[in-house]
């Protein structure tokens, strides 16, 4: 059996933190997905919000994984002239939203405004508001954990999981946030979708938070080896 284990990285790998560069993989759960990255027929993802070349400088350089940054947008298409103008159109208006400790992250396919960092939370609540009445003439908009990002691409998660998955007999997914879910509408009735937290969820199983997350990975692991060995 083919296995695919793809896992969202913040709030699902790690804790989360307003510095998104100060945070590191549970170690529990980097140990399960090396055991289960040197398995046969056994491939582990990370699919994440990050870009590529963010996500990289978080994570161990040897870890033994798949990297899709931007949603699943990274690596993928180049972008048109239009949509390169309408990034620089939005990173604008957002850079005249960033006070009060907001700031705007530069993605290839995307820019994100980050209001983690606002210690007023009104005040956050403001800058997002502002920003989510920006006009994306039908550009995607995505809210997130503190984030408004705006995407030239509509590649979601769930897109990029779709055509991936087909080359896997089962794929489990696990994610914390509202993007996830888009991950998670794609998964079958082999597949299994596990949420972390407390937010709605179309999961069919579900943890408290990242350490019980790592907890379920490293069960995988012993059951995936145990698998291993009778073939």
Known sequence: ????????????????????????????????????????????????????????????QNLPVTLIGSHGAEPGPKLAEEDRAYLDSIEGQLNTLATDGAYVEVKPYQRVLHVAQVHDRDVAATILAAANAIDTHGHPKTQGHNVVEFSAVSITKGTWLNDYKQDFDRTIFAGDDDTDEHAMAVLDETDLGIKVGTKPSRATRRVPDVDAMAQLLTQLADEREAWSATR
């Open 1 to 60: 059996m083919r296995l695919l284990v793809c896992l969202d990285f913040d709030g699902t790998l790690a804790e989360l933190n307003p510095d998104p560069y100060a945070v590191r993989i549970h170690p529990a759960a980097e140990a399960a997905i090396r055991r289960l990255a040197a398995l046969p027929d056994t491939e582990v993802a990370i699919l994440t919000g990050r870009h590529v070349e963010g996500i990289k400088k978080v994570l161990p």
